[in-house]
């Protein structure tokens, strides 16, 4: 069992939502209603991308301190606290397990993040590919299988949790 407020941690927290989605409930009840908790809102998966609510209720969830957890649900704000913090690194860095990884997504590349994972493991010695669990993926927690390289335009970087 993994020590709470870990990488660890939170990464078997993660994998073990693989599936949560929309239309079987789980997502609501996971991952929406504690995060709700925690920041006292009322959101919804059907009205709110919640990829980022994802990550946020994963760290609380596995016990990283609430004071350590910048609670915002977008990807932007986040990116944003990442680097204010000096937690962040560029696009092409070799990313490390409990890290969130930032995509952009659009067509323009304009740097700025519309979707996040978080990090479930990593091949260095292979062709520097990286796993994500990403909360509403095709509407549903799942998984990414991604090249790392600098060459990779959707990778906007990574921040870096604060773990024990």
């Keep these: 069992m993994a020590t709470t407020g870990t990488a660890e941690a939170a990464r078997l ?9 929309e239309s079987n409930g789980k997502a609501q009840k996971y991952i929406i209603q504690p995060y709700n908790k925690l ?3 009322h ?3 059907k009205t ?3 990829c980022m609510i ?13 004071n350590k957890i910048y609670k915002s649900s977008g990807c932007l704000q986040q990116m944003r606290w990442f680097k204010k913090k ?31 994972g978080f990090i479930t493991s990593a091949d260095y010695k292979k062709k520097g590919y990286a796993y ?16 790392y390289s600098a060459s990779n335009k959707c990778i906007v970087g990574y921040g870096i949790p604060y773990y024990k």
Excluded: M
């Design 48 to 50: 709110t991308k919640w």
């Design 86 to 116: 000096k937690r962040w690194k560029v696009r092409g860095t070799k990313p490390q397990v409990g890290w969130v990884v930032f995509f952009d997504f659009k067509k323009e590349k304009d740097g700025k993040p519309t979707h996040c």
């Design 54 to 66: 994802t990550i946020v209720s994963c760290l609380y969830q596995s016990g990283v301190p609430k």
């Design 132 to 147: 994500s669990f990403e909360g509403n993926k095709q509407d549903a927690v799942g998984c990414r299988h991604f090249s």
């Design 39 to 41: 920041t006292h809102r």
């Design 13 to 21: 927290k993660i994998k073990s939502w693989r599936g949560y989605s």
């Design 43 to 45: 959101l919804n998966c």
